[in-house]
T-cell receptor, first 112, second 111 residues
Framework: EPEVTQTPSHQVTQMGQEVILRCVPISNHLYFYWYRQILGQKVEFLVSFYNNEISEKSEIFDDQFSVERPDGSNFTLKIRSTKLEDSAMYFC??????????FGPGTRLTVL | DAKTTQPPSMDCAEGRAANLPCNHSTISGNEYVYWYRQIHSQGPQYIIHGLKNNETNEMASLIITEDRKSSTLILPHATLRDTAVYYCIVRELWGTDKLIFGTGTRLQVFP
């Protein structure tokens, strides 16, 4: 069964450093998303992406964040200058035009 | 904000049916009811969705009231592996509509 994959599973970085979180969505899916979950809190929407551009972004998704689909398979989330409060689980998700979203296993980001 | 309300927690004995309620009184005509669950800090897992008819798949059944203002997710024979946080979410079926997660119901299945 096809699945969304994410790498790395755990990323540790120093405050102020740039990180790139990687996702490989399911191959025939067209819509891509990033969500995050701070420990003990709700899953929060960050951004949606379709047809090589951002469809919607939340207030959390400020200028420090960017997304890219550099090739036909990868979907990345970049945080330019990480802050302590960026520590969270980051989930990638994807769907076709008419079906449910499938989530990846997540990347745990720890900012020291 | 989430358009659904769920009880914060529920218990269920292993082997018994778990019935998880959800209120979505402001649901619009083109919004579906989706259920996801999250085990520990894993990625949310899709369970089932429906518009107005009852639905069943290999994981669960979804009962939606006639006025569509509430629904119930039924796990017919709960196992310990069903212990998770269950989220009821309303969302349009088509396109890029994001999922808005609430706090969900923490289901504890006990032996």
């Amino acid at each position: 069964e096809p699945e969304v994959t994410q790498t790395p599973s755990h990323q540790v970085t120093q405050m102020g450093q740039e990180v790139i979180l990687r996702c490989v969505p399911i191959s025939n899916h067209l819509y891509f998303y990033w969500y995050r979950q701070i420990l003990g809190q709700k899953v929060e929407f960050l951004v949606s992406f379709y047809n090589n551009e951002i469809s919607e972004k939340s207030e959390i998704f400020d200028d420090q964040f960017s997304v890219e689909r550099p090739d036909g398979s990868n979907f990345t989330l970049k945080i330019r200058s990480t802050k302590l409060e960026d520590s969270a689980m980051y989930f990638c998700a994807s769907n076709r035009v008419d079906n449910e979203q499938f989530f990846g296993p997540g990347t745990r980001l720890t900012v020291l | 904000d989430a358009k659904t309300t769920q009880p914060p927690s529920m218990d269920c004995a292993e082997g018994r049916a778990a019935n998880l309620p959800c209120n979505h009184s402001t649901i619009s005509g083109n919004e579906y009811v989706y259920w996801y669950r999250q085990i520990h800090s894993q990625g949310p897992q899709y369970i089932i969705h429906g518009l107005k008819n009852n639905e069943t798949n290999e994981m669960a059944s979804l009962i939606i009231t006639e006025d569509r203002k509430s629904s119930t997710l039924i796990l017919p024979h709960a196992t310990l592996r069903d212990t998770a946080v269950y989220y009821c979410i309303v969302r349009e079926l088509w396109g890029t509509d994001k999922l808005i997660f609430g706090t969900g119901t923490r289901l504890q299945v006990f032996p």
